[in-house]
């Protein structure tokens, strides 16, 4: 790591000479794989961009100059030859640096990401401002061939190619590889371009008309036979949209990139770069497989990712995947639906037993929820597999195309909560708010894994839009019953029965304390109401609330706490206070949940605890809260 150490900034960089570079990126390499093996993160992907990384800062005067990574799963190499390469050390850690490109971090993260296809949007932006201001700043989006198959990044494409006098590339890194495997039409017609039946038959015609020419024309033919492809690829397609294409060129090779990137550069306007790059280049464990190595945890580079021994607890979206295929064997009605995320939704074994009732439609979370809403209406019964924090994109389509019509969709919103070292971007914390006020839709919190069964088998029968949601990895290791059988919708469970006024020495009078949970935070709940003798219940459900159950409860207790994995304001507890108004009842009410502030990235036990969500924080808010009546 002898010049990597010498690396400050991008400045640095550029003082380097073409066979340094080449050393560089050995480097940077081997840096990524060490450092990643210490902390996790993302690896694959990251490997794929080491060339392409030092290229763009060698070749571009950043960060006067934009880079905006799409997704950001491959900026640590942006990172490290930016000033953050010791800071690696902490990266995704509490207090350390993202997993993702954040403006707040770094001058030279010109855009926060971490949600696919926004990069040709935010540099178009950036773009127009600089015309505006008379700056002759340049404009980089990277976005990956699975980010591609996004609706908004071909917006933000015929938007550029409308717009005149501005200075914008798009950098294509076309990998083959999303976190899944890509689809759809898109990512066939690039493969069938560069080396499919098209190429070919061009060539072949090419090469019977220049045959028919006179010998020197042919000697000029044979020179350019080279760039035959590059002029017989997708340039028809993303020229028509107003961009100069140029590739597909090799993305590893800084002999290809550098030349390539300064013609663009002193080009200017509209362009359009292909590369072809392969994830997990330079460690053979990850090129061979690409997918186990896009986001692993700790490991040894020299024996890679190892199979952890014994038994381990299953996480939810293992029960959720258990719970798809058995469901499917016994109603062949039900379709699963991925927005191109199927290992981390849990959908592979499903894919492998029911191929024809499994549908990846790509990056396209908007489209995945309109798709599944137009299958209901032929009376088949979709399921839409997605992260809470994708659900977000699409949020227009489940009211408008699904509960304004009433359909008959079940949506399974895994990483629902904190999700630790992703942060922000990627946790779950919206999700209660923003469904709660649709009509029509029934909102559901399993409190360990055999309750999110039971609660997809309730959702998936219930007769319109329903979403069951759950964290990330594993509950308390609760027993799950191979069941199709549902719950009653709306119906709590009290799981703690606090002693009667008469009994208790832990209560005074009418100041008997009911604690409303919400999901798998009962668990906490439960030892902490057991000490205070407090009454726990499972609610189940957000929403429709067991309001029989809460009427209940107001007459023999005097004073309520709720407690949920979701943003308080708009939340389960405030679907509770809202009834209990609405019924003239004005008991105390204490909401524990997440705060109004975006939570950084970390150990996710560890930020529950910080924000007084275990079992310690619970009595010491509830202690605090008793104070005041």
């Not at 409308?162 to 495997?181: A, K």
């Amino acid at each position: 790591m002898q010049l990597l150490s010498t690396i400050q900034s991008p400045e640095d960089v550029r003082h380097l000479n073409r066979q340094q570079l080449n050393v560089l990126s050995k480097e940077l390499r081997a840096y990524i794989i060490e450092s990643v093996s210490k902390t996790g993160g993302h690896l694959s992907s990251n490997l794929g961009t080491v060339e392409l990384t030092i290229a763009l800062h060698y070749v571009f005067n950043t960060p006067y100059d934009r880079i905006i990574w799409d997704v950001g799963h491959q900026s640590y190499p942006h990172k490290i030859l930016t000033g953050r390469r010791e800071a690696m050390a902490t990266l995704r850690q509490k207090g350390g640096i993202s997993g993702f490109p954040k403006r707040s971090e770094s001058d030279y993260d010109a855009f926060g990401t971490a949600h696919s296809s926004t990069s040709i949007s935010a540099a178009l932006g950036m773009a127009v401002v600089s015309r505006y201001k008379g700056d002759q700043r340049q404009h980089i989006a990277v976005i990956g061939d699975g980010a591609m198959t996004a609706g908004m990044a071909f917006e933000a494409l015929n938007n550029a190619g409308d717009t005149s006098g501005i200075n914008l590339l798009v950098i294509l890194n076309d990998n083959d590889m999303s976190i899944s495997p890509p689809v759809g039409a898109l990512n066939k017609y690039l493969t069938q371009l560069m080396s499919g039946s098209i190429a070919k038959d061009a060539h072949d015609i090419g090469k019977a008309v220049l045959e028919q020419l006179p010998s020197p024309i042919m000697d000029i033919a044979r020179k350019v036979k080279g760039h035959a492809k590059s002029m017989m690829g997708p340039a028809t397609l993303f020229e028509d949209l107003g961009f100069n294409y140029s590739g597909p060129i090799d993305g590893h090779d800084l002999d290809a990139l550098i030349p390539t990137l300064e013609n663009l550069k002193n080009l200017g306007g509209l362009q359009f770069l292909h590369i072809i790059t392969k994830k997990g280049q330079g460690y053979k464990l990850a090129e061979a497989d690409p997918v186990l190595y896009h986001g692993p945890g700790k490991f040894d580079p020299a024996l890679g990712i190892q199979a952890k021994k014994g038994e381990s607890k299953p996480t939810f979206t293992q029960v959720f995947g258990q719970w798809l295929c058995d469901q499917a064997k016994a109603d062949e009605r039900l379709m699963g639906i991925t927005p191109a995320m199927r290992e981390g939704s849990g959908l592979v074994q499903f894919e492998q037993l029911f191929p024809e009732r499994y549908f990846d439609v790509g990056i396209a979370e908007q489209h995945a929820v309109t798709f599944a809403a137009g299958i209901a209406c032929e009376g088949f019964k979709p399921v839409v597999a997605i992260y809470s924090t994708f659900l977000q994109r699409a949020y227009d389509q489940v009211i408008h195309d699904v509960a304004l019509q009433n359909l008959d969709v079940t949506f399974a919103l895994d990483r629902a909560g904190i999700v630790g070292a992703d942060g922000a971007t990627h946790a779950g914390n919206y999700d209660i708010a923003f469904l709660r006020c649709i009509p029509h839709m029934v909102i559901t919190m399993p409190s360990d894994e055999n309750e999110c069964r039971l609660l997809l088998n309730t959702c998936y029968q219930y007769q319109g839009p329903a979403s069951v949601r759950y964290p990330r990895g594993s509950g308390i290791g609760a027993c799950v019953e191979a069941t199709l059988a549902a719950v009653p919708v709306g119906k709590a469970v009290v799981r703690y029965e606090a002693p009667s006024l008469v009994d208790t020495h832990h209560v005074d009078g009418d100041k008997r304390i009911a604690i409303l949970a919400f999901g798998t935070l009962l668990h906490p709940a439960l030892v902490a109401g057991q000490e205070i003798g407090a009454t726990v219940v499972d609610m189940r459900f957000v929403k429709p609330l067991d309001e029989a159950l809460l009427l209940t409860l107001a007459k023999t207790h005097g004073a309520f706490v709720t407690i949920e994995e979701g943003c308080i304001m708009g939340g389960a507890g405030s679907a509770v206070a809202e009834f209990f108004q609405s019924q003239g009842i004005y008991h105390p009410v204490l909401h524990l949940g997440l705060p109004d502030q975006f939570i950084d990235h970390g150990e996710q036990q560890s930020i529950l605890a910080e924000l007084g969500l275990d079992t310690k924080g619970i009595l010491l808010q509830i202690a605090s809260w008793k104070k005041t009546f």
